[in-house]
Nanobody, 115 residues
Framework: QVQLVESGGGLVQSGGSLRLSCAAP????????MGWYRQAPGKQREMVAT???????NYADSVKGRFTISRDNVKSTVYLQMNSLKPEDTAVYYC?????????WGQGTQVTVSA
């Protein structure tokens, strides 16, 4: 059983910042693309940002310029720095490890942005 352990969610006012962290087993972290997805109530889960093993990044248009994904290969941890948060960013955020058709998910962490 692969465990992705997320932390860093919470309640923040509009315009504020949060940083999410996700720790993964080293064997997974070194071989899998890591990413963050989110799911708001009544909506489908959507990709927020991904980062490959060579640190190539990809972002959803809605978060470009506000969110930054990064990885620490020593700590086997991926981060999502979220700035200029908006109420529409409110969702459960999930860490993802993906390699070809194989995917692992974290338990999710709630991010709530108040107006």
């Amino acid at each position: 059983q692969v465990q992705l352990v997320e932390s860093g969610g919470g309640l923040v006012q509009s315009g504020g910042s949060l940083r999410l962290s996700c720790a993964a087993p080293g064997s997974i972290f070194s071989a899998y693309r890591m990413g963050w997805y989110r799911q708001a109530p009544g909506k489908q889960r959507e990709m927020v940002a991904t980062i490959t093993t060579t640190s190539n990044t990809n972002y959803a248009d809605s978060v470009k310029g506000r969110f930054t994904i990064s990885r620490d290969n020593v700590k086997s941890t991926v981060y999502l720095q979220m700035n200029s948060l908006k109420p529409e960013d409110t969702a459960v955020y999930y860490c993802n490890a993906q390699r070809w058709a194989l995917a692992f998910w974290g338990q999710g962490t709630q991010v709530t942005v108040s107006a």
